[in-house]
T-cell receptor, first 113, second 117 residues
Framework: NAGVMQNPRHLVRRRGQEARLRCSPMKGHSHVYWYRQLPEEGLKFMVYLQKENIIDESGMPKERFSAEFPKEGPSILRIQQVVRGDSAAYFC???????????FGPGTRLTVL | AQTVTQSQPEMSVQEAETVTLSCTYDTSESDYCLFWYKQPPSRQMILVIRQEAYKQQNATENRFSVNFQKAAKSFSLKISDSQLGDAAMYFCAYRSRSGGSNYKLTFGKGTLLTVNP
């Protein structure tokens, strides 16, 4: 009964490269959330997805960031042309329904050189 | 918009003693949930305890209990008989139970708890 899985756990990119972060929700969960934790800060909501749909992306920067949750496979958070300010821990959570408890993955720590 | 404030960036406690972490929040809603999450050095977010705003009784989970003061919008966490494994960053979080954003967690900035042997 695996929990939420995220990979990679650590990702290093140079400025201008692309970062792809993956999240596999808990078995049976079809609701996925992405949060970002900047240094010395709490987690901040980025986006909420159901299978094949983006429900709320109000917390996501308008440029360079995108997210998807396809019918098959993990949810992907994609950051194009990364900058140093994108360095952070990115957490994925999943739930059975949108109002249920969210279970968090271990996070991906992105470092931009 | 809801905000969550944790006014103690750092706290320390002696092993086996009791410590209380503070949290206040601001909301105009009446139906919501409050949470305390623990984030150890591994960075995994672990749910410690939750409190539904409509419940008058304070939640308790073993050595962890809360003091929920709805009128004062205060939600403190008490850890009794502190153990070395309690050392972590603790985050207070809010989630609405009504309206269109009843899935979004709003976190405070955290309190780093050190447990001294």
């Amino acid at each position: 009964n695996a929990g939420v899985m995220q990979n990679p756990r650590h990702l290093v990119r140079r400025r201008g490269q692309e970062a792809r972060l993956r999240c596999s929700p808990m078995k049976g969960h079809s609701h996925v959330y992405w949060y970002r934790q900047l240094p010395e800060e709490g987690l901040k909501f980025m986006v909420y997805l159901q299978k094949e749909n983006i429900i709320d992306e109000s917390g996501m920067p308008k440029e360079r960031f995108s997210a998807e949750f396809p019918k098959e496979g993990p949810s992907i958070l994609r950051i194009q042309q990364v900058v140093r300010g994108d360095s952070a821990a990115y957490f994925c959570a999943s739930s059975l329904q949108g109002y249920n408890e969210q279970f968090f993955g271990p996070g991906t720590r992105l470092t931009v050189l | 918009a809801q905000t969550v404030t944790q006014s103690q960036p750092e706290m320390s406690v002696q092993e086996a003693e009791t410590v209380t972490l503070s949290c206040t929040y601001d909301t105009s809603e009446s139906d919501y949930c409050l949470f305390w999450y623990k984030q150890p050095p591994s960075r995994q977010m672990i749910l410690v305890i939750r409190q539904e705003a409509y419940k008058q009784q304070n939640a308790t989970e073993n050595r962890f209990s809360v003091n929920f003061q709805k009128a004062a919008k205060s939600f403190s966490l008490k850890i009794s008989d502190s153990q070395l494994g309690d050392a972590a960053m603790y985050f207070c979080a809010y989630r609405s139970r009504s309206g269109g954003s009843n899935y979004k967690l709003t976190f405070g900035k955290g309190t780093l708890l050190t447990v001294n042997p």
